[in-house]
T-cell receptor, first 115, second 115 residues
Framework: EAEVAQSPRYKITEKSQAVAFWCDPI?????LYWYRQILGQGPELLVQ????????DSQLPKDRFSAERLKGVDSTLKIQPAELGDSAMYLC?????????????FGPGTRLLVL | AQSVTQLGSHVSVSEGALVLLRCNYS??????LFWYVQYPNQGLQLLLK??????LVKGINGFEAEFKKSETSFHLTKPSAHMSDAAEYFC?????????????FGQGTTLQVKP
């Protein structure tokens, strides 16, 4: 069964450093999502792509976060500089279509710890 | 504001007992609703979803949920808990009345199953 791949699974960094997370969605899925999940809370959407275009990045802290999906396939989420409050699980999800009732399929996540 | 409220951050049941996880949503127009399960250090897996068809929705692993518009609820149940059901459960809703892929998650409920 096809899965969403994410790497790395775990990342420890010091504050003010740059970090990057990678996501490879299920083949053929046009829509890709990045979520942040703080310990003990539900995921919160950071950015949503349809192919290579950003559909919604209203909750993305743009002063330090950036996301790209250049060829409309895999995606990278970057934080620069990292802050202590960025410690969280970063989840990537994909779905076949933007609208409709499509299920979002989640990857295993990248757990970030900022020291 | 559109929101999802999960009543009870922790629920503990004995193996073989009924599982009931509560979820209420705020909206004047019924949204699409979802239940996801998350095992430790893993991504989220869809259990079931309500898309305005049948109000009683059956999902995987013996779970089901009933949409009650009058109560704005979408509680998750399972007749008999199994040890493998121990996990974090998230209720989620679509933003607005259609599923544009943008989900709002509840805070999550940790299910503990005692032998």
């Amino acid at each position: 069964e096809a899965e969403v791949a994410q790497s790395p699974r775990y990342k420890i960094t010091e504050k003010s450093q740059a970090v990057a997370f990678w996501c490879d969605p299920i083949s053929g899925h046009a829509t890709l999502y990045w979520y942040r999940q703080i310990l003990g809370q539900g995921p919160e959407l950071l950015v949503q792509f349809q192919d290579e275009s950003v559909v919604d990045d209203s909750q993305l802290p743009k002063d330090r976060f950036s996301a790209e999906r250049l060829k409309g396939v895999d995606s990278t989420l970057k934080i620069q500089p990292a802050e202590l409050g960025d410690s969280a699980m970063y989840l990537c999800a994909s779905s076949p279509e933007l609208a409709g009732v499509e299920t979002q399929y989640f990857g295993p996540g990248t757990r970030l710890l900022v020291l | 504001a559109q929101s999802v409220t999960q009543l009870g951050s922790h629920v503990s049941v004995s193996e073989g007992a009924l599982v009931l996880l509560r979820c209420n949503y705020s909206s004047s127009v019924p949204p699409y609703l979802f239940w996801y399960v998350q095992y430790p250090n893993q991504g989220l897996q869809l259990l079931l979803k309500y898309t305005s068809a049948a109000t009683l929705v059956k999902g995987i692993n013996g779970f089901e949920a009933e949409f009650k518009k009058s109560e704005t609820s979408f509680h998750l149940t399972k007749p008999s808990a199994h040890m493998s059901d121990a996990a974090e459960y998230f209720c989620a809703r679509s933003r607005g009345s259609s599923n544009t892929g943008k989900l709002i998650f509840g805070q999550g409920t940790t299910l503990q199953v005692k032998p």
